[in-house]
């Protein structure tokens, strides 16, 4: 684990676990992060780690999305439609 609290593994989102999840304060979509293991609410800008695989889905955990953050396109996730 990094100093920062962060595991150095990247995880990955099931895209149907994605298509499940919604922002707990907006209820809007997320956003896979990959860079940064996390799920990104663009309408709340805030983004929710994902430690061990898990989704954590607390307000008072997430981080809050600089305007830098906001520029940059969302990830796209690949697979099947």
């Given at each position: 684990?990094?100093a920062?609290?962060?595991?150095?593994?990247?995880?990955?989102?099931?895209?149907?676990?994605?298509?499940?999840?919604?922002?707990?304060?907006?209820?809007?979509p997320l956003?896979w992060?990959?860079?940064?293991?996390?799920?990104?609410s663009r309408?709340?800008?805030?983004?929710y780690?994902?430690?061990?695989?898990?989704?954590?889905?607390?307000?008072?955990?997430?981080?809050?999305?600089?305007?830098?953050?906001?520029?940059?396109?969302?990830?796209?996730?690949?697979?099947?439609?």
């Open positions: 684990m990094s920062d609290g962060r595991d150095s593994r990247k995880a990955t989102v099931d895209p149907k676990l994605l298509e499940l999840l919604a922002c707990p304060l907006t209820k809007g956003t992060d990959p860079e940064r293991n996390e799920l990104v309408v709340a800008k805030l983004a780690p994902v430690r061990d695989g898990i989704p954590i889905m607390l307000p008072s955990e997430a981080r809050t999305i600089s305007a830098e953050d906001m520029l940059t396109p969302p990830p796209r996730l690949s697979g099947p439609s």
